[in-house]
């Protein structure tokens, strides 16, 4: 039995909400009317593409452990234990990528990503297995000598991890923060935003549901009068015969003397398309990223820009890797204590590959130079 097993009981318990979380998880209201929190801003397309674009990328990307050479150089280290945690599998139940990218969209989400750090016993600290833990069900205070504390709430039992700076049990990644200790939700600081994306998205729908064009009156024949059982038959049969996308364009047989006459105004003259490309622009600048990336094509690519906006995509995604490789070198490997030796860091080659020509003449290149 893992020490998850023996410490919270029943580790299938942790995905399911503790009773704070399905309070919260209607949200704060907004000025459109639209309650937005982490999850329901998934709703949103952009959103769901930005925060798994940037998981994937940060998950798919290889992590090694490397030491430092006196010449100040580098060589990988595969005797290190973290090397395959990191590398490969953290912990039984998952790999590498699974890990990397629940905690990212956690980070993406929440601003803070969260794994209890599993250590032998009588091994100097020894790490066994690192194991993801919910940011949506951790909360951080200092007790009264100012220590952090971090604590994690489950279904049945609220847990108790009082910070440790030698041999930490809770590896916390975190983005931009106020005080460098909890980070800030990109989701709340910009919650009106994705409000009205959503909201836009909304309406569309119910648009939609209205058979496609704009709602309007039947209107009879001048001395017509209707009891209050007639006025529902007749909307009732209007409303099945012709509301809904499967009844659109169908011809509407009217009575002797009715006419339908509309009375809204249009979705273009709304402006209710520009709105939504507007929207995914917004979440472009939420999340760190081009739009292009949240396939946004107002601005058309061309062959000369193609690999600058790489170049942009992979500096806006090395400052989440960043943040993985800071945090880890100082709770995983000592950095923080002395520690020199070893570091983690990701590969990005993979990112930076340009198309075959470019390679064939950057290798030319190197060749004629003599520094390849």
Not at 19 to 47: H, Y
Not at 216 to 228: E, F, M, S, Y
Request: charged content about 20%.
């Amino acid at each position: 039995m893992g020490l998850l097993d023996r410490l919270f009981e029943n580790r299938g318990a942790l995905s399911q909400p503790t009773q704070w979380l399905l309070n919260a998880l209607n949200g704060q209201p907004t000025a459109s009317g639209v309650s937005v929190n982490e999850q329901t801003a998934l709703r949103n397309p952009a959103i769901y593409r930005a925060v798994a674009l940037i998981s994937s990328t940060v998950a798919q990307l290889p992590f090694k452990v490397y030491r430092r050479l006196p010449d100040f150089g580098k060589v990988e280290e595969h005797a290190h234990n973290l090397y395959g945690l990191l590398h490969d599998a953290p912990n039984p139940e998952c790999t590498s990528m699974d890990f990397r990218e629940a905690l990212q969209g956690d980070l993406c989400l929440y601003g803070n990503a969260f794994a209890q750090v599993e250590r032998e016993t009588g091994r100097q600290g020894r790490i066994r297995a690192l194991w993801p833990l919910l940011a949506s069900q951790m909360t951080i205070t200092r007790d009264k000598n100012n220590r952090l504390v971090y604590y994690y709430n489950t279904p049945s039992k609220q847990y108790e991890f009082p910070f440790d700076p030698v041999h930490p049990s809770i590896l916390h990644l975190r983005s931009f923060s106020a005080d460098s200790i909890v980070g800030r939700s990109p989701i709340q600081v910009a919650r009106e935003s994705i409000a009205a994306a959503i909201a836009a998205d909304s309406y569309g729908a119910r648009y939609w549901g209205n058979n496609s064009v704009p709602s309007g009156v039947l209107q009879g024949p001048k001395n017509a009068r209707l009891t209050d059982e007639a006025h529902q038959r007749l909307r009732d049969s209007w409303n099945a015969a012709h509301q809904g996308v499967a009844n659109s364009h169908k011809v509407a047989l009217l009575e002797d003397g009715w006419s339908w006459n509309p009375i809204s105004v249009a979705n273009r003259d709304a402006q209710w398309i520009e709105a939504r490309q507007l929207g995914v622009v917004d979440v472009a600048r939420i999340m760190g990223l081009p739009p292009w990336s949240l396939f946004d094509m107002n601005q058309s690519s061309t062959y000369n820009t193609v690999e600058q906006q790489s170049l942009d995509f992979v500096r806006e995604i090395s400052v989440w890797l960043r943040r993985w490789e800071t945090q880890i070198d100082k709770d995983l490997l000592g950095a923080r204590r002395g520690g020199r030796t070893f570091f983690a860091a990701f590969t990005i080659e993979g990112l930076l590959r340009s198309d075959i020509e470019t390679r064939y003449k950057s290798y030319a290149l190197a060749r004629n130079w003599g520094f390849l």
